[in-house]
Structure formats: C-alpha cells, structure tokens
C-alpha cells in the first residue's frame, strides 16, 4: 500500500521502475560455501514463491511506472 502513491508519482513523471524481489519466502538455507535458498529446496515455499508473483503481478500488470518486474535478483545455487 506504501508503494502505490509512489509509483503514481514515478508515472506522472514518467520514470520507470524495476520491480525487484531481492529474497525469496524462507531465506537462505546456508550461506557458507555455495549460498543457498530454502526455497529450492522446499516445495511449499516455491507454491509460495509462485503465489506472491501472481498476486504482485495481478496487482500492478497495468501500471505504467513498472518497467519490469525481476523475479528473483542474483539466484544463489
């Protein structure tokens, strides 16, 4: 709800922005040797993963501030 007033001001300027998820649902699993994220590892989390794009996506699809939207920025292993 925060991000709303703002990406209508980015727009009304026309600036564009990166939609970013910089962490996924659970975290890091480990983070010594390669990183890893629970996510890849737990199915529940990846049907969660899923689901908050869907609803991010539904949400803003039409917004013309957004630029595109990063999925999951610098996977780990």
Avoid: C
Avoid at 25 to 39: D, L, T, V
Wanted: no cysteine.
């Amino acid at each position: 709800d925060q991000l709303d007033p703002l990406l209508a001001k980015l727009a009304a300027r026309n600036i564009k922005v990166v939609f970013a998820l910089y962490s996924p649902p659970g975290g890091f699993e480990s983070r010594s040797g390669p990183a890893h994220y629970r996510m890849f590892s737990e199915a529940s989390l990846q049907t969660e993963f899923i689901d908050m794009w869907l609803r991010i996506m539904d949400r803003y699809r039409e917004n013309s501030a957004i630029y595109a939207f990063d999925l999951l920025n610098e996977p780990a292993l």
